[in-house]
């Protein structure tokens, strides 16, 4: 519906992307220290702050067109001793009290998304007396609701609240995972898998929104790196489940146990989700009055347009994601980026178990590649905050994936440690493109009502699971050369996408300054307080690549 009096009066105030200040290009310029005893300062209210952040004078005309030229976002950066140690201990606790909760969900996300193809190493669908082709066939019809839905559920999930919406999906999908065990044929494994898709589409760009709301752009990177890293450890956590109650015999066959474990954990984590997580920063319990006005404060200064927004997601907000082309262009080379976490992962098991290893071996030697690209994600995100850098931590981690992928095609099969060691490259690169590529995009988009439908489009990329279960189809093993050919082309493609899309957004900051260079300090202080244009669309707002 269309935008509110009360919108309009709102994006005035706090739609408006200021001059992301933290440190400046080199940490010449920074905040000053007015602005950095203002963080600290009890007496200064979180209003009052973000005002003085739409002030321009010419120090911070300076600051914004060395940030232009070096194509450097500034963002928050803790600076004083005093905010060091303030901010040290704030992040401490968010991490300890926002991310195990979230992670062990998304965890049991990618869990109950993938153990069918650890179930069908057990013979999942030979007991059901399914075709060979109904896994691979039920594991593309997720897809069809879990993608292109995203975009609405997690709006819908940023009305209701996200830590509720978050603890909604985790209940529902773990009944949805525990229905697996009683599926008689076919046309049930497809109708579940489909209610499966619906209700775990929310929850991915829920999180990563919701983390959003609590970190700086430049601490984010990092937390969607441990969050997301998870599914790899989902992956080494899998074949651990999978070599233990895959050897179980009693009145169930042995998948049925599979999917009801790991569908019981879910529904208890969904309980307490609501209870444990936070509405927002104001409404942390766990921590202090100080802590949280810091947390507030900080957020301002990394982003004015977080400050005040509220649940709100406005028509204009879903109008400025769907024709952003900077959305789309990332969405789709994340898509052809993701065939290698998305689409080959599900079927991990059966192309490990056509180098020889066999039933639950073949689950138990997924465990080693799966741990390595935990860390590689971890890594590289780490790494990725600390530089303030995005596109070479994600063609970095990109190239690795395709060397592992030319590795495992020009190995022969025989040598199967070879053609081992290949995948375990591979999957050290795996999943470094999606967090880095979020956040990204997260940084580059500051109002946070787009913000959560832009993470939501992004998630589209999983449509590369579709293209995925298709490729890895039984008929092309043992070796499974074709489906890594293709794999291999369509990364490359992706590879050039994000490069493209990094010249691009280098080649605005260009024209961006050489419009600041002509405006006086209050035309540019003008420009911040405008809603000619809002967000990213403002002269005033750095691109970080």
Request: overall charge neutral; proline content about 4%; some cysteine.
């Amino acid at each position: 519906m269309p935008a509110t009096h009360d919108d309009e009066k709102n994006m005035d105030s706090t739609h408006l992307e200021m001059l992301p200040r933290g440190t400046g290009t080199g940490g010449d310029v920074g905040l000053g220290l007015g602005l950095h005893d203002e963080v600290t300062a009890k007496d200064v209210t979180a209003e009052g702050l973000a005002d003085d952040m739409l002030h321009v004078d010419d120090a911070r005309a300076e600051e914004l067109r060395r940030e232009l030229a070096s194509n450097r976002q500034g963002g928050w950066r803790a600076e004083t001793a005093e905010e060091k140690r303030i901010n040290a201990k704030l992040n401490l606790k968010l991490d300890l009290f926002i991310l195990p909760l979230l992670a062990l969900g998304y965890m049991f996300n990618q869990l109950d998304r993938t153990n069918i193809g650890n179930a069908q190493t057990s013979g999942f669908s030979t007991d059901l007396h399914m075709p060979s082709t109904a896994v691979n066939n039920a594991s593309s019809i997720f897809y069809a609701t879990y993608v292109p839905f995203q975009p609405i559920v997690a709006a819908i999930g940023r009305r209701i609240g996200a830590h509720r919406f978050m603890g909604l999906t985790l209940v529902l999908w773990g009944i949805l995972t525990i229905c697996h065990a009683f599926i008689k044929n076919e046309a049930q494994l497809i109708a579940v898998r489909l209610l499966m898709g619906l209700a775990e589409c929310g929850f991915y760009p829920s999180v990563l929104a919701y983390l959003t709301e609590f970190y700086p752009r430049y601490e984010c990177g990092f937390r969607f790196a441990l969050f997301y890293g998870f599914s790899s450890v989902a992956g080494a956590f899998g074949g651990l489940i999978a070599y233990g109650i895959l050897q179980a015999h009693g009145a169930l066959y042995s998948w049925q146990y599979l999917f009801l474990i790991e569908g019981a954990v879910p529904v208890l984590l969904g309980l307490a989700v609501p209870f444990w997580l936070a509405g927002d920063i104001k409404s942390a319990w766990y921590l202090s009055e100080t802590e949280k006005a810091f947390a507030e404060k900080r957020m301002i200064v990394d982003s004015a347009a977080n400050y005040g927004r509220g649940h709100n997601v406005t028509r204009r907000d879903f109008k400025e994601a769907f024709l952003d082309w900077r959305v789309w262009s990332i969405m789709i080379s994340n898509t052809l980026a993701s065939l290698s976490s998305q689409g080959f992962t599900v079927f991990f098991p059966v192309v490990v178990a056509g180098l020889g290893y066999k039933g639950v071996l073949a689950n138990l030697m997924t465990v080693p590649p799966y741990v390595a690209g935990a860390i590689g994600v971890w890594l590289f995100s780490w790494s990725s905050d600390r530089f303030k850098e995005r596109t070479f931590h994600l063609l970095g981690g990109m190239t690795l994936v395709i060397i592992g992928l030319i590795l495992t095609i020009v190995i022969p099969l025989s040598n199967i440690h070879g053609r081992y060691a290949g995948l375990m490259v591979l999957m050290f690169g795996a999943f470094i493109h999606s967090p880095v590529a979020v956040a990204w995009l997260a940084g580059n988009t500051p109002e946070p009502g787009k913000r959560v439908i832009v993470i939501g489009i992004s998630g589209w990329a999983n449509l590369a699971g579709i293209i995925g279960t298709q490729l890895f189809q039984t008929k092309f093993g043992p070796g499974y050369i074709y489906p890594l050919q293709v794999t291999v082309g369509l990364m490359a493609v992706g590879w050039a996408g994000f490069a493209a899309t990094a010249v691009a957004l280098r080649l605005i900051n260009r024209s961006r300054l050489k419009k600041i260079q002509r405006m006086t300090p209050a035309e540019i202080e003008e420009e911040n307080r405008s809603d000619v244009r809002v967000g990213d669309k403002k002269y005033t707002f750095v691109y970080g690549l």
